[in-house]
């Protein structure tokens, strides 16, 4: 009926990591039918409390704790700072990064900033009860990355330095591809094949760089040029022409980190019968 009901005994519900002042104990409603708890957390977060006073259960109340973030300095630097550049952007080769945080507060939330899209980090960044927390950073997007790092206590937000990532593309799944415009030509040193040629790897990561071509059989047939250098895109082309009637194998080879890669094609090349005499 709405009537106060001074001098009942009203205890908690705690969920881990939240303590009430003085231990946990009953607290005597007063006139008013009012009882006061007083809550702290080392551990910032939301946490759901009830009451409970005899048989009845109080509705849940979501109680937040926030760090305090007056004072605190957040540093962020790589694990091994030979690991920051030259990264395999595959998605499973990572550049580790320690985030520190001066108030050792256990459970604070931390935020990393990218300059672009494409950083895979975890969901749930938290740090230890010594404020420290390592957190792996993976691309299958080779660039390069500046990070940062920021927590925030609801009022005040502190930020680290940025440190820069470099992924690279992942030689390891590098693919050497080759086409030819034409797969026969007439044999009158004029007509010529179009030899287009494309370095990725397996996340289309484009490489740069030189490959070096060879004609087998060696004579009878030339390249406009036996050294391509890849453009952005990881292509390159030459043109093809042959003198002298033959099938030609025409192969690129690329060398990186010890690593060979290589493609080929065939092309047929025929007598000019325009030029025959019988």
């Given at each position: 009926f709405g009537n106060v009901v001074p001098g009942y005994a009203v205890t908690l519900s705690l969920p881990a990591g939240v303590t009430q002042v003085g231990g946990e104990?009953?607290?005597?409603?007063?006139?008013?039918?009012?009882a006061v708890f007083a809550?702290?957390?080392?551990?910032?977060?939301?946490?759901?409390?009830?009451?409970?006073?005899?048989?009845?259960?109080?509705?849940?109340?979501?109680?937040?704790?926030?760090?305090?973030?007056s004072g605190a300095s957040l540093s962020l630097m790589p694990e091994n700072s030979s690991l920051i550049s030259n990264i395999p952007a595959n998605g499973k080769?990572?550049?580790?990064l320690n985030v520190?945080?001066?108030?050792?507060?256990?459970?604070?939330?931390?935020q990393l900033i990218t300059s672009s899209e494409g950083l895979s980090v975890p969901t749930n960044i938290v740090t230890d009860s010594?404020?420290?927390?390592?957190?792996?950073?993976?691309?299958?997007?080779?660039?390069?990355?500046?990070?940062?790092?920021?927590v925030t206590d609801g009022s005040n937000s502190v930020e680290s330095g940025s440190v820069k990532l470099t992924f690279v593309p992942d030689i390891a799944s590098a693919e050497l591809t080759m086409s030819v415009s034409k797969q026969q030509i007439v044999a009158d040193s004029s007509e010529s094949a179009t030899v287009d040629i494309q370095l990725v790897d397996a996340n289309n990561n484009?490489?740069?760089g030189d490959v070096?071509?060879?004609i087998t059989p060696s004579t009878g047939a030339s390249l406009t040029s036996s050294k391509l250098q890849l453009d952005a895109y990881g292509k390159a082309?030459?043109?093809f022409t042959a003198s002298k009637s033959g099938q030609y194998t025409i192969q690129a080879e690329h060398v990186q980190d010890g690593k060979r890669i290589t493609a080929s094609q065939n092309i047929d090349a025929v007598t000019d019968v325009k030029e025959a005499v019988l």
């Open positions: 104990h009953a607290v005597s409603t007063d006139e008013n039918g009012n809550l702290i957390s080392s551990t910032p977060g939301s946490y759901v409390i009830k009451a409970h006073a005899g048989p009845q259960v109080s509705t849940e109340l979501t109680v937040t704790f926030a760090s305090n973030m080769d990572a550049a580790v520190q945080l001066t108030n050792n507060t256990n459970g604070q939330k931390v010594t404020g420290h927390v390592s957190v792996p950073v993976t691309t299958v997007r080779a660039g390069e990355y500046t990070v940062t790092a920021r484009t490489f740069t070096n071509l060879t082309s030459t043109q």
